[in-house]
């Protein structure tokens, strides 16, 4: 099976010849493990958009997008919720609207996972049950409501759109079973961006109960080490009942525990079937837990 972006390739039809990438599914990999349309050889060149900022630059498919303009770099204390797994994001979404229904919500994407949004079948059907009011691209990523060229104006972008901000990278994150090799590590400077652009940072936690790998059983070494990358912000952080928080975690961090939210119900009250890294919520419910929790917070920082 395979996928294709039609605003990188263009359109395709029926019975074109065409090239496609099949590194993903021969080397097994589950998130992500699918052959991508690389080019339509009906067509002889291309160019797509209408704004002079490149992104996927310098690759054979890099296409140019109009950047929008974080024209703020204040955020006057807008919660900015930040998370190292893509599938966090529903929980933490439908913990906000839930706690306080008509709050708008901006979910930032960065470029340390998938590059394109339009992949996120997460992100679709959260804007389809409107628990999401806009998205963000920023870095090397693409294809949200709004173009950014970093972090910081990507936030800034998020406070003239919404009153609270999600950020995470999208699907398919990277990690190399060593300390410092993982994409997630993004969490820490991000916070910091939030805190010195005088927003409110409240991180997310990874943990599990049944992940196979040691180092993400209990609180994930992902989340342990970005927080304590983390130089400038004292972030919130939602501990769920299960998580046990180090104390040199909580010596950096403010740690608020938080009684469980029902999430995995609330989710599938709203229609939405998550699952991260091919187990769905009700089977490893604490890892959603840890994102509710931070959306609690979020919603006890609004206005």
């Known amino acids: 099976m395979a996928y294709v972006l039609t605003d990188v390739t263009g359109p395709v039809d029926m019975g074109n010849a065409v090239i496609v990438n099949t590194t993903a599914v021969e080397l097994g990999l589950g998130t ?8 339509n050889l009906a067509r002889d060149s291309f160019r797509i958009g ?35 797994l893509h599938s966090q994001v529903a929980a933490v979404a439908v913990a906000v609207k839930n706690a306080r229904p008509g709050v708008r919500v901006a979910y930032v ?79 820490g400077p991000v916070l910091d961006a939030a805190a010195r652009m005088g927003g409110v940072p409240i991180a997310t936690l990874r943990a599990s109960v049944l992940d196979e790998r040691a180092r993400h059983r209990g609180l994930s070494h992902h989340s342990t080490t970005a927080l304590t990358l983390a130089t400038s912000a004292r972030a919130l952080i939602g501990a769920p009942s299960g998580v046990d928080v180090p104390s040199e975690i909580r010596a950096r961090h403010q740690v608020v525990d938080v009684a469980p939210t029902g999430i995995v119900d609330a989710m599938k009250d709203h229609g939405l079937a998550i699952e991260s890294m091919g187990r769905p919520a009700a089977d490893d419910p604490l890892l959603f837990e840890c994102a509710a929790a931070a959306g609690v917070l979020a919603s006890r920082e609004l206005p």
């Open 50 to 84: 209408g704004g002079r900022e490149i992104k996927a630059r310098y690759l054979s498919t890099q296409l140019n997008v109009e950047a929008a303009d974080g024209n703020t770099s204040n955020l006057a204390g807008m919660p900015v919720v930040v998370a190292g």
């Open 109 to 187: 994407m960065t470029d340390g996972g998938a590059l394109p949004l339009a992949i996120s079948d997460v992100v679709f059907e959260l804007r389809e049950r409107r628990l999401l009011d806009a998205t963000i691209t920023c870095g090397q990523a693409f294809g949200g409501d709004y173009e950014a060229v970093s972090i910081y104006s990507a936030l800034g972008i998020a406070r003239q759109a919404a009153d609270a901000a999600i950020v995470a990278m999208g699907p398919g994150g990277m990690g190399t079973d060593s300390p410092l090799g993982f994409s997630a590590i993004e969490v």
């Open 32 to 39: 992500g493990g699918w052959h991508v349309l690389h080019w």
